[in-house]
Each structure stands twice: as structure tokens, then as C-alpha cells.
């Protein structure tokens, strides 16, 4: 079974741009939760989606959005960048509806300028 | 918000020696889970724990989920190079909350 991808994995952005990150989950799993990772704060949860319905959400600013699509693939949008917001991006998927146990991709490394 | 702590931060070790480390809370989770990361990879799970004193093996990895439910640790044995990495442990208390992690402990292993 093929496990959680991301894409793209690099991502280089300009102040002021936006971007969109993807997620496919591991076939059958319906919850996607996403991660910013940076080195000094860790992992910090941005949202967690289950059957296209946001149910949990960090405490991110409302440029960070993100939406689930019925095939429980997932995209997350980034707008206007910060120098900030370079970090690598974690899609983690989740068979059960607890989410509870967690499957993390490779990630999205994003950064910048 | 919630917090695990997760100690040490890092670790240097010489190969072949066994490892400890561990999570506390102060509250209660109902599941826990220890994964390793690999420098600019995404976190892989090594073992989940469901239930309050269960101990679970994974090949030389070892953990276990501490009585007072606001506890694990992980042990890992006779350590070898690619046991390199960082190690997070990660809680679930329930519903449809969303996991928490502790800040991880970087291990190094000396050949």
C-alpha cells in the first residue's frame, strides 16, 4: 500500500506570494491533519480534516487555509508569505476517525525569500 | 494548551549501548505514539500504544505506556549507526482532538 505523498517537496517563494501544498493519504484513511515544522518551535498542528469537513484547527492566522476533497485528498494554501512561514509543511493521514494514530509523508519543504 | 515534555533533548551514545528515553504530562492520553524522523524526511511511526501498561517491541525498540496514563517511554537496544535521528513522542487524550507532540530528543551514536 502506497503511503502518504506530498507534493511538490521543495517549494521556493517570494514575500507576498501565496502557494498550495498537496496531500494524497494512504488509500482508505478519510482524516488528513497538517504540521508546520520549523526548528524552534517543533511540531505545531495547523488543521486536521475528516470527510471534507474541517475539525480541528491550530492557532495559525487565516492565511493558512486548507480543504479536503471527497477522495480525502487535501491541499493547504499559504497566502501572502512571510519570511516566517519558511518551514517544512507535514501531511499526516489517519485510518480512523479518532485520528489517533497518525501517518506522516515525506513533507513540503517551503521556503521563503 | 496541552504539553508532553519529552526528555533528554539529545543524546550521545556509543554504538551498542541502549537507550532510553521518555514523555510526561500532565494529563491524561488515551493512546501514545513514539515515531522517528530522519533529517528532511517526514516522522515515521515505530510503535503505537492503545492501553494503560502496555509494553510493546518493535525489533530492539521497546515502549511502553505508563500506568498513570500521563507517561511513556521508549528504550531502544543496542544501538547501531542508523538508530541515528530524532525521536517525538506524540499523545491523543480523545475525540476528535488533535495529537500532541513533545519537542523530541535528537540521538547521536557514536561508531
Known amino acids: 500500500k502506497a503511503g502518504v505523498t506530498q507534493t511538490p517537496r521543495y517549494l521556493i517563494k517570494t514575500r507576498g506570494q501565496q502557494v498550495t501544498l498537496s496531500c494524497s493519504p494512504i488509500?482508505?484513511?478519510?482524516?488528513v491533519s497538517w504540521y508546520q515544522q520549523t526548528p524552534g518551535q517543533g511540531l505545531q498542528f495547523l488543521f486536521e480534516?475528516?470527510?471534507?469537513?474541517?475539525?480541528n484547527k491550530g492557532n495559525f492566522p487565516g492565511r493558512f487555509s486548507g480543504r479536503q476533497f471527497s477522495n480525502s485528498r487535501s491541499e493547504m494554501n499559504v497566502s501572502t508569505l512571510e519570511l516566517g512561514d519558511s518551514a517544512l509543511y507535514l501531511c499526516?493521514?489517519?485510518?480512523?476517525?479518532?485520528?489517533?494514530?497518525?501517518?506522516f509523508g515525506p513533507g513540503t519543504r517551503l521556503t521563503v525569500l | 494548551g496541552q504539553q508532553l515534555n519529552q526528555s533528554p533533548q539529545s543524546m550521545f551514545i556509543q554504538e551498542g549501548e541502549d537507550v532510553s528515553m521518555n514523555c510526561t504530562s500532565s494529563?491524561?492520553?488515551?493512546?501514545w505514539l513514539w515515531y522517528k524522523q530522519d533529517p528532511g524526511e517526514g516522522p515515521v511511526l515505530l510503535i503505537a500504544?492503545?492501553?494503560?501498561?502496555e509494553l510493546t517491541s518493535n525489533g530492539r525498540l521497546t515502549a511502553q505506556f505508563g500506568i498513570t496514563r500521563k507517561d511513556s517511554f521508549l528504550n531502544i537496544s543496542a544501538s547501531i549507526p542508523s538508530d541515528v535521528g530524532i525521536y517525538f513522542c506524540?499523545?491523543?487524550?480523545?475525540?476528535?482532538?488533535?495529537?500532541?507532540f513533545g519537542k523530541g530528543t535528537r540521538l547521536s551514536v557514536i561508531a
Open positions: 500504544l492503545y492501553k494503560a501498561g
Open positions: 488509500s482508505g484513511h478519510r482524516s
Open positions: 499526516a493521514s489517519s485510518l480512523r476517525e479518532r485520528a489517533d494514530t497518525q501517518y
Open positions: 506524540a499523545g491523543h487524550t480523545f475525540g476528535n482532538t488533535p495529537l500532541v
Open positions: 494529563s491524561i492520553f488515551n493512546t
Open positions: 480534516y475528516f470527510s471534507e469537513t474541517q475539525r
